[in-house]
């Protein structure tokens, strides 16, 4: 039986990294952790592009015109919606993360969803580099892996299955 995992090799892959600003503290450490994974693991620093947007609710149109460009092999998306007292909050974390699930299956292209919702900003701060890691990080590791999981599925010819598969 073929299983197919992908893995996070960066190696001749391109990558858009939109960051929100809002929060920015908070978003400046995901960003930053977004873009030395992805050079960690094999992406050069010149293919990627890092775009800084007003705030989460931006992300999807920035998202929409990187990827409608066709030069991405995935996209890391990172933000921070800290909770208030008006149900702001969840309009924005509901529609923002709908849009961004929508576009990476409309375009077929890998999305790493870095975008924080949490109640405090201390919370944030402990998911941002802090006790609890830093989900830019893991948004980039994601997306990479997610890339080069659909490479492997699209190499995939019917007939020639066997062999194609990691266990």
């Excluded at 809002?22 to 995901?30: D, G, I, P, S």
């Excluded at 929409?64 to 919606?81: E, P, Q, S």
Aim: hydrophobic share 45%; proline share 4%; glycine share 14%.
């Amino acid at each position: 039986m073929p299983e197919f995992i992908g893995s996070p090799d960066g190696a001749g892959r391109r990558v858009a990294v939109i960051v929100s600003r809002f929060n920015e503290t908070v978003t400046q450490a995901l960003g930053e952790g977004a873009v030395a994974t992805l050079v960690e693991c094999g992406v050069t620093f010149d293919d990627i592009d890092v775009v800084v947007v007003p705030g989460a609710w931006e992300l999807p149109t920035a998202a929409r015109a990187l990827l409608g460009t066709g030069r991405y092999d995935c996209m890391v998306v990172v933000g921070a919606i800290v909770r208030g007292g008006t149900p702001h909050f969840e309009f924005v974390a509901g529609e923002t993360s709908r849009a961004i699930m929508h576009l990476g299956t409309e375009f077929e292209v890998p999305i790493g969803f870095g975008l924080l919702t949490t109640d405090t900003m201390a919370q944030a701060e402990a998911r941002s580099g802090g006790e609890y890691g830093n989900k830019g990080r893991d948004a980039a590791l994601a997306a990479l892996e997610m890339a080069d999981l659909l490479a492997r599925l699209d190499s995939i010819d019917a007939g020639e299955l066997d062999g194609q598969a990691e266990a």
